[in-house]
């Protein structure tokens, strides 16, 4: 076996997998069931918001220029004929002299163009009948909320490819739609090799450890926006591996293995992807960790041969799964954010490749700070659980030290603080 | 009806609300479920980590004092006695002279102390017999991951509290949490208030929107980590609200309602509070949108009638009701990330009351930026869609400009950007 691979940059790598990329596929849901999903239609405003001129308060609807010239010492005196309630209209137009007692969000009788705040008014029983006080005029519009002056109708308000979260929701209730059009979850598959693995319930045997990689990817691709699905750990023997990965392909939109993509005796992949007939698009990329990661594509299918060690394996699934699988939901920006950052600690270790550290993102005094968590090694996986971000620091440097410059790759939000104030 | 009310500052709110709080429910789940919820255990290493010496690569394990004075003009040569792949042991300790094939993850065999990594090995066959050459010495340790090296057994890795993402769920898998303690989804009920509220699938009629506050209520419950139930939307008569608000209150952590919070006519919230005997915490809060926020508390039960305008709502919503179902989940830091940024926009709006404005948090530079989205009055719907923060903007001042230092809220990390690089 040739032991030598040449390392792809990074970029070059993502751009071999971006090639492949294609339409998602599309289904209807009921707007209970769509948060967190990818739009697959504009959005619109199918009526005007609001449907109608409104009022903002509780108050009196008037004839403005019945209000013209009235002060503390010129009181005007208003007779009022009926109460709208939201959801209720006016009986009839308004005439001059009258005044309708009008609750929030209701809508404003025909002939008002004004609504005085119960605050500024004095109300009165006579001879069976209701009465108003002001002694302030009012301007025409004052206090009223115009049809169409938040949404005019017919005007897209978010585009395909946003992702459902609450604000979004609420346009889709308030503009009718029952049911949307969303990008369906791509599914992924994911394979565990290594004869080393044992599964979470069993005990620790000499030689052996647990399969993490696993779980922990399927966590990822949920987050990422996909549907996982574990089809379990193979030995290292290529027959099993061979009729396992290829058995699945039709099942799944991409399909993860981790383990088996270095240079060992019983590094499986290269081989099944060449026996699959696949093309190999990479299978070293020039950074750390998750060098050995291999992505192959097969009639336009990927295949993800992720490194075994824990750390290299998540910054793979990140780095090269994620973008894909934003793209299939449909989001035109399908890249992690990638932001300038101050690094918060030294990290004083040579790079010859570029290094991806899994770092915590904080803000400080409007500045974004970075600090690596936890040891840095390609099988660590404790530091895996505190990390929010990746670094980059870019190969061909002799280390960073604290308060350079840096970019971060932001993988979560921050998850909350102790005091309602600044910390 | 009593139209006055003392606004209670936002702290104090909050204050009042807090001390409420109690310790949430727990419940054991399966590590496949386990994804986005609070852990309700601290994480202990039940193992070392890594749990015996082993290879970080494919190479052949040493006695690191065979190797001493090895150079190219002096190479030495080893006789591979067998093959040691991940997840085997070797058959029986090293001797003097001897080299044991091994792979990536495989247990170092006992004598060695050392690995030399493939591409700096010839080897060669003889005999019927294996040998490997090299060129120069190895220290002792070198290429080895000790036993324990990374996590020693016993610690404490993640404390209870804290979300479960990707990286806990590897930890939870290396340590043979096959179940975990995880706190309960809070149980929270949603009831709209209006006869003015149409349903989703309803056609507009003049007088009349629809529901919307009830599926962003929702949607913001599930982001918040607990379980909303839709109640229903309650027209706006007494003995409706009543009777289904009352016989609510034993299936829920949490009751929220929308709408029916001022000092309408129709405004039944007061009334019900009253009636239910529940203490009233506050009715009015020194802040827009959602000065009318009122918290009532019940046999240590809470009850949130927030505003029926769709920005207060979301605002009283992530103020009031979010921290405490943080805390019901064990979150020791329950408050959204508050950070100071940049103002990315003039915002010249006098101040009398506090403003949580919606807003977009962006990073430029190494600078946290902020910028409004949309028209910010209470009743629009349209902002919220693309917003990730509130930017607070503290009350009796007139107006911000662009680059003033602002506080900003955060809501959601941002959704992905369009290349690779930052752009």
Redesign the interface.
């Known amino acids: 076996m040739n ?1 030598h691979r040449d390392p792809l940059p ?2 070059d790598a ?1 751009d071999r997998i971006m090639a492949n990329k294609k339409q998602g596929k599309t289904e209807k849901v009921a ?2 069931h769509c ?2 999903r990818s739009l697959a239609e504009d ?1 619109l ?1 199918t ?1 005007p ?4 001129d409104k009022s ?1 308060y ?1 108050g009196f609807a008037l004839r403005s220029q019945d209000t013209m010239g009235l002060t503390r010492k010129n009181p005007g005196t208003f007779h009022v004929t009926e ?1 709208v ?5 006016a009986s009839r137009p308004m005439e001059k002299g009258e005044a309708v ?1 009008i ?5 404003i009788p025909e002939g008002a163009d004004c609504v005085a705040m ?2 500024i008014c004095q109300t009165f029983e006579e001879s069976g009948h209701s009465y108003m006080e002001i002694k302030r005029a009012l301007e025409p519009n004052q206090n009223i ?1 115009e049809k169409g002056s ?2 005019e109708k017919g005007k897209r ?2 585009r395909a490819g ?17 049911e949307v059009m969303v990008y369906q979850k791509p599914k992924v598959g994911v394979f565990a090799t ?4 044992l599964d ?5 045997v ?15 691709i ?2 990422a926006g996909a549907e996982g699905t ?1 089809l379990g750990k193979l ?2 023997d290529f027959e099993t591996c061979y009729h396992a990965v290829s058995g699945s392909l039709k099942d799944f939109d991409l399909v993860i293995t981790t383990g088996g993509v ?6 499986l992949m290269p081989e099944i992807y060449e026996k699959l007939k696949a093309k190999v698009l990479f299978n070293k990329v020039a950074m750390r960790p998750g060098s050995v990661t291999t992505v192959a594509e097969l009639d336009g299918q990927l295949l993800y041969g992720l490194s ?1 060690n ?1 750390s290299a394996c ?1 910054v793979g699934f990140e780095l090269f799964a994620y ?1 894909m699988i ?1 793209s299939l939901i449909g ?12 690094l918060g600690e030294d990290f004083k270790k040579p790079n010859p490749f570029s290094r991806f550290v899994r770092g915590k993102v904080s ?6 700070v970075v600090s690596p968590v936890g ?1 840095d ?11 929010n971000a990746f670094i980059v620091l870019p190969g061909g440097t002799r280390g960073y030290e604290k308060g350079d ?1 840096v ?1 971060a790759i ?1 993988l ?11 910390g």
């Open positions: 032991l990074i970029a993502v707007i209970e948060g967190g959005i405003a009526n918001v609001p449907p109608f903002p509780d109460t309630a939201a959801g209720h209209r007692r609750m929030t969000g209701a809508e119960f605050e909320i938040e949404t308000l978010v946003a992702l459902i979260n609450p604000g979004v929701k609420a346009l889709l209730a308030t503009f009718g739609y029952s290594g004869t080393e693995l979470v319930d069993e005990p620790l000499p030689g052996k450890i647990r399969n993490s990689n696993a779980y922990m990817i399927l966590a990822q949920e987050r574990y030995d290292d270095s240079v060992g005796d019983y590094d075994g824990p998540y973008p934003q989001n035109p920006a399908p890249f992690r954010p990638r932001i300038q950052a101050i803000f400080k005094r409007g500045e974004v040891i090694k390609s099988a660590v996986v404790t530091s895996l659980a505190a990390a410059t970019e932001l979560e939000h921050e998850h909350g603080q102790k005091q309602l104030e600044e």
